[in-house]
Protein backbone atom coordinates (compact mmCIF):
# COMPACT_ATOMS: atom_id res chain seq x y z
CA UNK A 1 0.00 0.00 0.00
CA UNK A 2 1.34 3.76 -0.34
CA UNK A 3 2.32 5.54 2.32
CA UNK A 4 -0.04 8.45 3.54
CA UNK A 5 0.19 11.67 5.26
CA UNK A 6 -1.12 9.63 8.31
CA UNK A 7 1.76 7.08 7.95
CA UNK A 8 4.18 10.07 8.57
CA UNK A 9 2.62 11.82 10.78
CA UNK A 10 2.06 8.85 13.10
CA UNK A 11 6.12 8.10 12.63
CA UNK A 12 6.80 11.44 13.72
CA UNK A 13 4.44 11.99 16.23
CA UNK A 14 3.12 14.49 15.24
CA UNK A 15 -0.28 15.84 14.06
CA UNK A 16 -1.29 14.92 10.62
CA UNK A 17 -1.65 18.86 10.02
CA UNK A 18 1.50 19.90 10.99
CA UNK A 19 3.13 17.28 8.32
CA UNK A 20 0.81 19.15 5.60
CA UNK A 21 2.22 22.31 6.81
CA UNK A 22 5.86 21.18 6.66
CA UNK A 23 5.58 20.59 2.96
CA UNK A 24 3.13 23.38 2.21
CA UNK A 25 3.84 26.01 4.42
CA UNK A 26 7.30 24.90 5.85
CA UNK A 27 7.69 28.70 7.57
CA UNK A 28 4.78 27.82 9.83
CA UNK A 29 6.73 24.81 11.59
CA UNK A 30 9.65 24.95 13.88
CA UNK A 31 12.96 23.95 11.89
CA UNK A 32 13.88 20.86 14.02
CA UNK A 33 10.27 19.47 13.10
CA UNK A 34 10.18 20.05 9.93
CA UNK A 35 13.26 18.28 9.63
CA UNK A 36 12.43 15.27 11.36
CA UNK A 37 9.12 15.28 9.06
CA UNK A 38 11.40 15.44 6.05
CA UNK A 39 13.57 12.59 7.33
CA UNK A 40 10.50 10.61 8.01
CA UNK A 41 8.63 11.25 4.94
CA UNK A 42 12.23 10.20 2.96
CA UNK A 43 12.11 7.37 5.36
CA UNK A 44 9.13 5.69 4.37
CA UNK A 45 8.91 6.94 0.59
CA UNK A 46 6.19 9.36 0.53
CA UNK A 47 5.25 11.93 -1.76
CA UNK A 48 2.73 14.35 -1.16
CA UNK A 49 -0.07 15.06 -3.85
CA UNK A 50 1.17 18.26 -5.17
CA UNK A 51 -2.37 18.44 -7.12
CA UNK A 52 -4.31 17.78 -3.59
CA UNK A 53 -1.97 20.15 -2.18
CA UNK A 54 -2.38 23.12 -4.43
CA UNK A 55 -6.30 22.37 -4.44
CA UNK A 56 -5.74 23.39 -0.66
CA UNK A 57 -3.47 25.64 -0.33
CA UNK A 58 -3.75 27.60 -3.54
CA UNK A 59 -0.10 27.38 -4.81
CA UNK A 60 1.47 24.59 -7.79
CA UNK A 61 4.93 24.68 -6.07
CA UNK A 62 5.94 25.28 -9.68
CA UNK A 63 8.03 27.99 -10.78
CA UNK A 64 8.74 29.28 -14.30
CA UNK A 65 12.20 30.27 -15.99
CA UNK A 66 12.04 31.82 -19.20
CA UNK A 67 15.49 32.65 -20.97
CA UNK A 68 16.39 34.73 -24.16
CA UNK A 69 18.67 31.58 -25.59
CA UNK A 70 19.20 28.30 -23.92
CA UNK A 71 21.31 27.65 -26.68
CA UNK A 72 23.65 30.15 -25.55
CA UNK A 73 26.37 28.52 -23.27
CA UNK A 74 25.68 31.60 -20.07
CA UNK A 75 22.51 30.23 -19.43
CA UNK A 76 22.79 26.72 -18.48
CA UNK A 77 24.63 27.13 -14.93
CA UNK A 78 22.08 29.92 -14.25
CA UNK A 79 19.39 27.57 -14.91
CA UNK A 80 20.87 24.42 -12.91
CA UNK A 81 21.54 26.17 -9.26
CA UNK A 82 18.01 27.91 -9.94
CA UNK A 83 16.28 24.75 -10.50
CA UNK A 84 18.74 22.92 -7.67
CA UNK A 85 18.26 25.74 -5.18
CA UNK A 86 14.27 25.45 -5.76
CA UNK A 87 14.23 21.70 -5.65
CA UNK A 88 15.30 22.31 -1.85
CA UNK A 89 12.65 24.59 -1.31
CA UNK A 90 10.46 21.91 -2.74
CA UNK A 91 9.67 23.42 -5.99
CA UNK A 92 9.47 22.05 -9.32
CA UNK A 93 10.93 24.61 -12.03
CA UNK A 94 9.63 24.61 -16.01
CA UNK A 95 12.42 26.45 -18.10
CA UNK A 96 11.37 27.28 -21.90
CA UNK A 97 13.42 29.53 -24.83
CA UNK A 98 12.11 32.43 -26.56
CA UNK A 99 14.95 32.36 -29.32
CA UNK A 100 15.36 36.51 -28.53
CA UNK A 101 11.87 36.96 -29.88
CA UNK A 102 9.99 38.91 -27.55
CA UNK A 103 6.37 38.16 -29.25
CA UNK A 104 7.21 34.30 -27.77
CA UNK A 105 8.32 35.60 -24.42
CA UNK A 106 5.19 37.66 -23.91
CA UNK A 107 3.07 34.39 -25.32
CA UNK A 108 5.18 31.77 -22.82
CA UNK A 109 4.72 34.18 -20.01
CA UNK A 110 0.84 33.88 -20.80
CA UNK A 111 1.00 30.30 -20.68
CA UNK A 112 3.79 29.43 -17.82
CA UNK A 113 1.36 31.98 -15.87
CA UNK A 114 -1.59 29.86 -14.88
CA UNK A 115 0.84 26.86 -14.34
CA UNK A 116 3.63 28.25 -11.96
CA UNK A 117 3.27 30.49 -8.80
CA UNK A 118 6.31 32.90 -9.98
CA UNK A 119 8.22 33.32 -12.91
CA UNK A 120 11.96 34.26 -13.54
CA UNK A 121 13.01 36.47 -16.43
CA UNK A 122 16.66 35.92 -17.42
CA UNK A 123 17.36 39.12 -19.65
CA UNK A 124 14.27 39.58 -21.01
CA UNK A 125 13.34 41.09 -24.85
CA UNK A 126 9.93 42.75 -23.96
CA UNK A 127 9.75 46.32 -23.34
CA UNK A 128 9.47 47.46 -19.39
CA UNK A 129 5.80 48.34 -20.11
CA UNK A 130 4.73 45.00 -21.49
CA UNK A 131 6.54 43.06 -18.05
CA UNK A 132 5.08 45.87 -15.89
CA UNK A 133 1.70 44.39 -17.73
CA UNK A 134 2.12 40.34 -17.75
CA UNK A 135 3.49 40.85 -14.37
CA UNK A 136 -0.34 41.48 -12.85
CA UNK A 137 -0.61 37.79 -13.89
CA UNK A 138 2.45 36.21 -12.21
CA UNK A 139 4.77 37.35 -9.92
CA UNK A 140 8.19 38.35 -11.50
CA UNK A 141 12.04 38.19 -10.70
CA UNK A 142 13.76 40.06 -13.48
CA UNK A 143 17.35 38.89 -13.57
CA UNK A 144 19.71 41.51 -16.20
CA UNK A 145 17.59 43.89 -16.40
CA UNK A 146 16.57 46.89 -14.29
CA UNK A 147 12.83 48.09 -13.78
CA UNK A 148 11.66 50.41 -11.46
CA UNK A 149 9.51 48.39 -9.13
CA UNK A 150 10.37 45.05 -9.60
CA UNK A 151 12.50 42.95 -7.82
CA UNK A 152 15.87 42.25 -10.07
CA UNK A 153 19.02 40.45 -9.38
CA UNK A 154 21.50 42.09 -11.59
CA UNK A 155 25.10 41.23 -12.69
CA UNK A 156 27.51 43.86 -12.27
CA UNK A 157 28.36 43.88 -16.32
CA UNK A 158 29.55 47.56 -16.18
CA UNK A 159 31.90 47.29 -13.20
CA UNK A 160 33.52 44.15 -15.28
CA UNK A 161 33.50 46.45 -18.82
CA UNK A 162 35.03 49.17 -16.65
CA UNK A 163 37.81 46.46 -15.44
CA UNK A 164 38.13 45.17 -19.59
CA UNK A 165 38.48 48.84 -20.31
CA UNK A 166 41.26 49.30 -17.76
CA UNK A 167 42.85 45.93 -18.55
CA UNK A 168 43.02 47.48 -22.26
CA UNK A 169 44.68 50.76 -21.29
CA UNK A 170 47.34 49.17 -19.36
CA UNK A 171 48.41 47.34 -22.28
CA UNK A 172 49.02 50.06 -24.38
CA UNK A 173 45.58 50.20 -26.14
CA UNK A 174 44.08 53.97 -27.15
CA UNK A 175 41.67 53.21 -29.21
CA UNK A 176 39.09 50.61 -28.29
CA UNK A 177 35.69 49.36 -29.96
CA UNK A 178 32.85 47.96 -27.82
CA UNK A 179 31.14 45.16 -30.19
CA UNK A 180 27.60 45.29 -28.33
CA UNK A 181 24.52 43.19 -28.43
CA UNK A 182 20.87 43.72 -29.60
CA UNK A 183 18.94 46.93 -29.58
CA UNK A 184 17.56 47.73 -26.14
CA UNK A 185 19.58 45.21 -24.14
CA UNK A 186 20.08 46.04 -20.45
CA UNK A 187 23.79 44.75 -20.84
CA UNK A 188 24.54 46.76 -24.00
CA UNK A 189 23.73 49.97 -22.33
CA UNK A 190 25.43 49.15 -19.01
CA UNK A 191 29.01 48.00 -21.01
CA UNK A 192 28.07 51.39 -23.56
CA UNK A 193 28.22 53.59 -20.67
CA UNK A 194 30.72 52.17 -18.68
CA UNK A 195 33.06 52.12 -21.88
CA UNK A 196 32.18 55.93 -23.04
CA UNK A 197 33.34 57.12 -19.48
CA UNK A 198 35.83 55.21 -19.13
CA UNK A 199 38.40 57.44 -20.79
CA UNK A 200 39.69 55.81 -23.99
CA UNK A 201 38.83 56.84 -27.34
CA UNK A 202 35.74 54.44 -27.86
CA UNK A 203 34.34 53.61 -31.11
CA UNK A 204 30.63 51.54 -30.45
CA UNK A 205 30.15 49.03 -32.90
CA UNK A 206 26.40 47.01 -33.29
CA UNK A 207 23.80 46.54 -32.62
CA UNK A 208 24.80 43.10 -33.34
CA UNK A 209 23.53 39.16 -32.74
CA UNK A 210 24.04 38.32 -29.72
CA UNK A 211 25.95 34.52 -31.31
CA UNK A 212 28.43 33.88 -32.73
CA UNK A 213 27.73 34.63 -35.86
CA UNK A 214 26.82 38.07 -35.29
CA UNK A 215 30.94 38.09 -33.85
CA UNK A 216 32.07 36.33 -37.16
CA UNK A 217 30.11 39.75 -39.16
CA UNK A 218 31.30 42.50 -36.92
CA UNK A 219 35.30 41.77 -37.67
CA UNK A 220 34.80 43.34 -40.89
CA UNK A 221 33.62 46.96 -39.26
CA UNK A 222 36.42 46.24 -36.23
CA UNK A 223 38.75 46.09 -38.81
CA UNK A 224 37.55 49.19 -40.40
CA UNK A 225 37.50 51.00 -36.98
CA UNK A 226 41.24 50.89 -36.95
CA UNK A 227 41.31 49.91 -32.91
CA UNK A 228 43.68 47.94 -31.04
CA UNK A 229 41.31 46.56 -28.18
CA UNK A 230 37.74 45.02 -28.37
CA UNK A 231 34.98 44.24 -25.65
CA UNK A 232 32.47 42.41 -27.09
CA UNK A 233 29.08 41.32 -25.95
CA UNK A 234 29.62 37.99 -24.67
CA UNK A 235 31.82 35.22 -24.94
CA UNK A 236 30.11 33.83 -28.58
CA UNK A 237 30.75 36.97 -30.04
CA UNK A 238 34.05 37.51 -29.21
CA UNK A 239 34.98 33.99 -29.87
CA UNK A 240 33.18 34.62 -33.59
CA UNK A 241 34.75 38.13 -33.63
CA UNK A 242 38.56 36.65 -33.54
CA UNK A 243 37.51 33.71 -35.80
CA UNK A 244 35.83 36.52 -38.32
CA UNK A 245 39.79 38.71 -38.07
CA UNK A 246 41.93 35.12 -38.61
CA UNK A 247 39.72 34.84 -41.92
CA UNK A 248 41.06 38.05 -42.90
CA UNK A 249 44.56 37.69 -42.19
CA UNK A 250 44.32 39.37 -38.35
CA UNK A 251 46.27 37.84 -35.29
CA UNK A 252 44.88 38.27 -32.09
CA UNK A 253 46.43 38.87 -30.05
CA UNK A 254 49.32 40.23 -31.58
CA UNK A 255 47.40 43.13 -34.07
CA UNK A 256 43.99 42.99 -32.04
CA UNK A 257 43.33 42.13 -28.14
CA UNK A 258 39.49 40.65 -27.40
CA UNK A 259 37.67 40.47 -24.09
CA UNK A 260 35.02 38.74 -23.80
CA UNK A 261 32.09 38.88 -21.33
CA UNK A 262 30.42 35.74 -19.26
CA UNK A 263 33.44 33.18 -18.59
CA UNK A 264 31.50 30.13 -20.79
CA UNK A 265 33.76 27.25 -21.11
CA UNK A 266 34.33 27.44 -24.91
CA UNK A 267 36.28 30.82 -23.87
CA UNK A 268 38.53 28.54 -22.08
CA UNK A 269 39.03 25.98 -25.07
CA UNK A 270 39.12 28.65 -27.52
CA UNK A 271 42.42 29.30 -29.30
CA UNK A 272 43.80 31.87 -28.15
CA UNK A 273 42.41 31.39 -24.64
CA UNK A 274 40.16 34.11 -24.23
CA UNK A 275 40.43 36.89 -21.41
CA UNK A 276 36.62 37.46 -20.11
CA UNK A 277 34.75 39.13 -17.44
CA UNK A 278 33.50 36.75 -15.48
CA UNK A 279 29.62 36.81 -14.43
CA UNK A 280 28.36 34.66 -11.69
CA UNK A 281 25.88 33.29 -13.27
CA UNK A 282 25.05 30.60 -10.47
CA UNK A 283 24.80 32.77 -7.92
CA UNK A 284 22.07 34.64 -9.85
CA UNK A 285 20.06 31.86 -9.81
CA UNK A 286 19.99 31.00 -6.72
CA UNK A 287 19.76 34.76 -5.07
CA UNK A 288 16.63 35.04 -7.78
CA UNK A 289 14.90 31.72 -6.52
CA UNK A 290 15.07 33.24 -3.40
CA UNK A 291 13.81 36.35 -3.56
CA UNK A 292 10.73 34.99 -6.40
CA UNK A 293 9.62 32.46 -2.96
CA UNK A 294 9.63 36.23 -1.53
CA UNK A 295 7.57 37.82 -4.34
CA UNK A 296 5.04 34.62 -4.01
CA UNK A 297 4.32 35.32 -0.41
CA UNK A 298 3.92 38.59 -0.85
CA UNK A 299 6.48 39.61 1.66
CA UNK A 300 9.26 41.58 -0.48
CA UNK A 301 9.47 44.79 -1.14
CA UNK A 302 10.73 46.07 -4.60
CA UNK A 303 14.67 45.13 -4.48
CA UNK A 304 17.47 45.01 -6.60
CA UNK A 305 20.62 42.69 -5.86
CA UNK A 306 23.84 43.21 -7.31
CA UNK A 307 26.62 40.79 -7.70
CA UNK A 308 29.98 41.53 -8.06
CA UNK A 309 32.06 40.29 -11.38
CA UNK A 310 35.63 39.56 -12.29
CA UNK A 311 37.95 40.01 -15.02
CA UNK A 312 39.91 36.68 -15.64
CA UNK A 313 43.06 37.30 -18.03
CA UNK A 314 44.06 34.69 -20.59
CA UNK A 315 45.48 34.64 -23.89
CA UNK A 316 43.35 36.71 -26.22
CA UNK A 317 44.81 39.75 -24.82
CA UNK A 318 48.27 41.55 -24.93
CA UNK A 319 50.75 44.77 -25.18
CA UNK A 320 49.01 47.15 -28.31
CA UNK A 321 51.24 46.73 -31.13
CA UNK A 322 53.71 50.09 -32.27
Known sequence: MPVTIRDVARASGVHVSTVSRAFSAPHLVNPDTRSRVLAVAEGLGYRPNRAARALTTGRTHNFGIIVADIANPFFPPLIKAAQAHARSRDYNVFV??????????????QTLSKQVDGVLLCSPRLTNKAIERLREEVPFVVVNRRIRGMPTVLMDVGQGASLAVRHLTELGHRRIALVSGPAGSWTSKAMHEAVATAGA???????????EQGGITAAADVIASRVTGVLAYNDLVAIGLIEGLSERGVRVPEDVSVIGVDDIVAGRLNRPKLTTVSMPAAAAGRVAVDMLLQAVDDVAAATVTTLETSLVVRESTGRART
Not at 201 to 211: E, I
Request: hydrophobic residues 35%; proline residues 12%.
Open 201 to 211: DAVFLGPNAPT
Open 96 to 109: ADTDEDPQVEEEVI
